[in-house]
């Protein structure tokens, strides 16, 4: 009796199936419900007392030898399935590669990098959570001035030192810290303003602003590096300065560009005027100058700042800010072609 599970054992591991029929007919005639295990758990009354508990182990050793080869058998031909139903068709089409899209904002931030990096500027960064000397005192702005007010500020912890900053000329404050004349620098960067959220504006946005500063800079430097870059980022070759006010620039300007009065849209985003602003600009006042202790005798330098929103805006005629801030797919995969 022993002998034959020992051969059955033996049997059921040379056994090898290259069909899930064989391998259910296998099931069926040994471990089936009238299949050799149950005949054999059957006999067990008939085995004397004394081979019971060897006879019992052989017939657990023999269930599980069966249940392990069907386990395995049926994992190795369903691999093989798998294998047959698509890897080994080398003539499937391949399986389409998902590609992402940059986002806009990061598309016309790297378009204003690109333009300004060939005539020289370089990128540089600066912390989101500023201290007050570098959003504002630095920058021509003591405390109760009340051109404070143009940028409604996050303050922090209650804490008035500490801020979320309000444009990214608080980058250029430090790298005039850190970095001597000439300076020829561009700070992109999101920046924050206490205001409500409409089509139009933002409590969040970007800006780009750049700073130039050497011996002998002149207001005829800025406008030529305007106008090279309002041709090379929209195609455009009229500019008009309009006076403004900068606590940090003087003189001061806003820069508009000629878009023309071709498309209704055009008539619609310049009202009517064909004249659309696009950034601000000036020369650098002499105290921020010295607040950095940069020579404002020796040194004079320029500076202009631009919310990226606003000119992605444009390129792309996207009528809501808010589109850029709602990762809704069907608006970014329009700009999967861009990069
Ligand atoms: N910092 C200004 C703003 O955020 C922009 C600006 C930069 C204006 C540099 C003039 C010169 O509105």
Redesign the pocket.
């Known amino acids: 009796m022993l002998d034959k599970v020992k051969e059955l054992i033996g049997e059921v591991n040379d056994f090898k199936a290259t069909t899930k029929e064989e391998l259910e007919a296998f099931r069926i005639k040994y471990i089936g419900k009238k299949g050799i295990l149950n005949d054999l758990f059957a006999e067990f009354k008939n085995v004397a007392n004394d081979q019971k508990k060897e006879f019992g182990q052989a017939l657990n050793t023999f269930k599980q030898a069966a249940e392990g080869k069907i386990n395995q058998l049926r994992e190795t031909l369903e691999d093989a399935d798998l294998n047959k139903s698509s890897l080994n068709d080398l003539t499937r089409p391949a399986e389409p590669l998902n590609l992402g899209s940059r986002h806009p904002i990061s598309i016309v931030k790297n378009q204003i990098i690109d333009v300004f990096s060939r005539i020289g500027f370089t990128v540089s960064e600066g912390p989101e959570i500023e201290d007050d000397w570098h959003n504002f005192t630095a920058l021509n702005l003591p405390e109760y001035h009340p051109a404070r007010d143009?940028?409604d500020t996050f303050f922090i912890e209650q804490n008035p030192d500490i801020l979320l900053r309000?444009?990214?000329?608080s980058v250029q404050t430090r790298y005039m810290e850190n970095n001597k004349p000439p300076i020829r620098t561009l700070s992109p960067g999101r920046?924050f303003r206490n205001e409500d959220i409409s089509a139009r504006a933002h409590c969040i946005f970007h800006?780009v602003?750049g700073l130039y500063i050497d011996t002998d800079v002149s207001f005829a430097d800025l406008k030529q590096t305007l106008l090279y870059f309002t041709k090379e980022m929209f195609g455009k070759s009229k500019i008009r300065l309009r006076p403004s006010y900068?606590p940090?620039?003087e003189p001061?300007a806003e820069v508009d560009i000629y878009w023309g009065l071709e498309t209704e849209t055009d008539y619609k985003i310049t009202k009517g005027t064909g004249w659309l602003e696009i950034?601000?600009?000036?020369m650098v006042d002499p105290n921020v100058l010295k607040n950095a202790n940069i020579d404002p005798t020796q040194y004079s330098g320029y500076?202009?700042?631009m919310g990226i929103e606003r000119i992605a805006m444009l390129l792309y005629q996207i009528p809501d800010i808010r589109m850029f801030y709602e990762n809704d797919v069907r608006f970014l995969e329009q700009f999967k072609s861009i990069s």
């Open positions: 143009m940028q309000t444009h990214t000329s920046v800006q602003e900068f940090f620039t001061s950034m601000g600009c000036g500076a202009f700042g």
